[in-house]
């Protein structure tokens, strides 16, 4: 399949008119032709973290709508879809049968004990040192089989102890088929895309970071790709890591997320200099898809790991916390600074982290338009919402500042926003002019001007962007040659 080099929206199943049903509604009667993709966070059933530990794949969650809901949207935009490669749900019919039937389970090999990693079940202190981990330990211990015996099982995610996500064993041929499975649903669907959520961590290998563990991480992946590309479906590697991990990824042939850009753009607005930026922009892969905003925050470590100074990043930091953001931090101590620097990502609305100023938010979209890849936009950032400091405070988790659930109504209100109708506008615009199809540059400037420019045969694009009014405007040539001044 070729993906459109068009502009994708992510939402969340229950965001943007409370279901999926609601969803497409949105897409025809609010942003008609607008979106040639759609991500749909996690429609699935899933006993927490908002989806994203999914009980199965074969089913859509009821009160979001069916597999028809999701068939519908596809036949006008193409649908994307996550599959969490490396876990699944710990209340999912294949984990409750373990721990009901422990080794007589018919699941069972699709789980890691931690003696299937190290032989005598004990986990060495210096590889634990040097595991990338996202919560105190990388193991739960759960009751299996009818004795109940206390089993340490591998999970990478997840607050709780036990965890409600539970790593699977990517070697095991009962995980590979049941994957194929997954990916067989999708396809009869009508699912053009999966992203491959947490992939980096399928591998546990004694002595690594148990982090995309190389070249171990491409079989796995090459595997995947082929069962998927058989569908015709496309795959999106979702990977937060090193600058240098993500070009080898790319160069192994797949697409990746431009997990810095978000934070350079923020840097470039707030400090009023591109310099950082244009410079990443002139060397980085082509391939990819571009972000602001999503379901969790701006990237810092380990995405931008030894491609920053602290002293600039904590002054952007200090900012964001000062228009209401609040932190993800980090868990690993191998992954921090020596000064103890640990921010993983910067939570908050895009809008509210650029000080709600229109023009701000609206020059940031168009350096994201700008740079080569496929965009996605939020659906908060579509409708450029500000943070929900009232579901922080009742929740306490970080992350729903930038998760608000929008009625038909408040969608409806929100749409008539002089902010919205330009940022649609400018998403029609990259959408239509075809020189972005064509060849990419970065032209020189002073630190307070961004000059960006595409060109195709006859015709040419080029935004220029002033970072100390934030003025930002789009020089283009129309079918007839004629040159046009657009101001965003």
Same mark, same amino acid.
């Given at each position: 399949?070729? #993906?459109?080099?068009?502009?994708?929206?992510? %939402? !969340? =199943?229950?965001?943007? +008119?409370?279901?999926?049903?609601? /969803?497409?509604?949105?897409?025809?009667?609010?942003?008609?032709?607008?979106?040639?993709?759609?991500?749909?966070?996690?429609?699935?059933?899933?006993?927490?973290?908002?989806?994203?530990?999914?009980?199965?794949?074969?089913?859509?969650?009821?009160?979001?709508?069916?597999?028809?809901?999701?068939?519908?949207?596809?036949?006008?935009?193409?649908?994307?879809?996550?599959?969490?490669?490396?876990?699944?749900?710990?209340?999912?019919?294949?984990?409750?049968?373990?721990?009901?039937?422990?080794?007589?389970?018919?699941?069972?090999?699709?789980?890691?004990?931690?003696?299937?990693?190290?032989?005598?079940?004990?986990?060495?202190?210096?590889?634990?040192?040097?595991?990338? #981990?996202?919560?105190?330990?990388?193991?739960? %211990? !759960? =009751?299996?089989?009818? +004795?109940?015996?206390?089993?340490? /099982?591998?999970?990478?995610?997840?607050?709780?102890?036990?965890?409600?996500?539970?790593?699977?064993?990517?070697?095991?041929?009962?995980?590979?088929?049941?994957?194929?499975?997954?990916?067989?649903?999708?396809?009869?669907?009508?699912?053009?895309?999966?992203?491959?959520?947490?992939?980096?961590?399928?591998?546990?290998?004694?002595?690594?970071?148990?982090?995309?563990?190389?070249?171990?991480?491409?079989?796995?992946?090459?595997?995947?790709?082929?069962?998927?590309?058989?569908?015709?479906?496309?795959?999106?590697?979702?990977?937060?890591?090193?600058?240098?991990?993500?070009?080898?990824?790319?160069?192994?042939?797949?697409?990746?997320?431009?997990?810095?850009?978000?934070?350079?753009?923020?840097?470039?607005?707030? %400090?009023?200099?591109?310099?950082?930026?244009?410079?990443?922009?002139?060397g980085r892969p082509q391939k990819q898809f571009t972000m602001l905003d999503c379901h969790d925050g701006v990237?810092?470590?380990?995405?931008?790991?030894?491609?920053?100074?602290?002293?600039?990043?904590?002054?952007?930091?200090?900012?964001?916390?000062?228009?209401?953001?609040?932190?993800?931090?980090?868990?690993?101590?191998?992954?921090?600074?020596?000064?103890?620097?640990?921010?993983?990502?910067?939570?908050?609305?895009?809008?509210?982290?650029?000080?709600?100023?229109?023009?701000?938010?609206?020059?940031?979209?168009?350096?994201?338009?700008?740079?080569?890849?496929?965009?996605?936009?939020?659906?908060?950032?579509?409708?450029?919402?500000?943070?929900?400091?009232?579901?922080?405070?009742?929740?306490?988790?970080?992350?729903?500042?930038?998760?608000?659930?929008?009625s038909m109504r408040e969608i409806e209100k929100e749409k008539q926003r002089d902010v919205v109708g330009r940022?649609?506008?400018?998403?029609?615009?990259?959408?239509?002019?075809?020189?972005?199809?064509?060849?990419?540059?970065?032209?020189?400037?002073?630190?307070?001007?961004?000059?960006?420019?595409?060109?195709?045969?006859?015709?040419?694009?080029?935004?220029?962007?002033?970072?100390?009014?934030?003025?930002?405007?789009?020089?283009?040539?129309?079918?007839?040659?004629?040159?046009?001044?657009?101001?965003?």
């Amino acid at each position: 399949m070729t #993906l459109k080099n068009k502009v994708q929206l992510i %939402t !969340y =199943p229950d965001s943007l +008119g409370e279901d999926l049903h609601g /969803l497409l509604r949105v897409l025809e009667e609010q942003f008609p032709h607008t979106f040639a993709g759609v991500h749909i966070l996690p429609p699935f059933p899933s006993s927490g973290d908002r989806g994203f530990a999914p009980l199965t794949y074969l089913d859509i969650e009821p009160k979001f709508g069916t597999w028809k809901d999701i068939r519908k949207i596809g036949e006008t935009t193409d649908v994307l879809l996550d599959l969490m490669v490396n876990h699944i749900s710990a209340h999912s019919p294949y984990f409750t049968d373990y721990l009901a039937q422990g080794t007589q389970s018919p699941f069972s090999d699709m789980f890691l004990p931690v003696e299937k990693i190290w032989q005598d079940g004990e986990l060495p202190q210096d590889d634990l040192q040097r595991i990338f #981990l996202r919560r105190p330990q990388p193991y739960s %211990t !759960y =009751p299996v089989g009818e +004795g109940h015996e206390p089993r340490r /099982l591998w999970t990478t995610f997840g607050k709780e102890d036990p965890s409600e996500q539970v790593d699977l064993d990517i070697h095991s041929s009962r995980t590979r088929n049941l994957l194929k499975e997954f990916l067989d649903q999708f396809s009869r669907s009508g699912v053009r895309m999966v992203r491959l959520d947490a992939v980096g961590y399928v591998i546990k290998k004694p002595g690594t970071a148990c982090f995309m563990v190389e070249p171990e991480i491409y079989e796995f992946m090459k595997w995947i790709q082929a069962e998927a590309e058989s569908r015709g479906i496309v795959l999106l590697p979702e990977v937060h890591a090193e600058y240098s991990l993500q070009k080898r990824l790319s160069e192994q042939g797949f697409w990746i997320y431009d997990f810095i850009l978000p934070y350079r753009v923020l840097e470039a607005l707030i %400090t009023h200099s591109g310099d950082s930026l244009k410079q990443y922009l002139r060397g980085r892969p082509q391939k990819q898809f571009t972000m602001l905003d999503c379901h969790d925050g701006v990237p810092v470590k380990p995405d931008l790991n030894g491609l920053y100074e602290s002293t600039m990043v904590r002054e952007v930091v200090d900012t964001c916390m000062e228009r209401g953001g609040n932190l993800s931090l980090i868990y690993s101590p191998k992954h921090r600074d020596p000064d103890g620097f640990d921010v993983h990502q910067i939570r908050g609305t895009y809008y509210s982290l650029l000080g709600c100023n229109d023009d701000a938010y609206l020059a940031a979209r168009a350096i994201q338009f700008f740079s080569p890849g496929i965009p996605q936009v939020y659906y908060v950032g579509l409708l450029a919402g500000e943070n929900d400091l009232a579901a922080l405070e009742k929740s306490k988790d970080g992350r729903v500042i930038n998760r608000h659930n929008y009625s038909m109504r408040e969608i409806e209100k929100e749409k008539q926003r002089d902010v919205v109708g330009r940022l649609e506008n400018l998403i029609h615009f990259r959408n239509d002019y075809a020189a972005f199809n064509g060849h990419f540059g970065v032209i020189d400037t002073d630190s307070q001007h961004i000059h960006l420019c595409w060109t195709k045969d006859d015709l040419s694009c080029e935004l220029k962007i002033n970072l100390a009014n934030y003025e930002t405007q789009i020089n283009y040539l129309d079918e007839n040659g004629r040159q046009v001044q657009y101001f965003i």
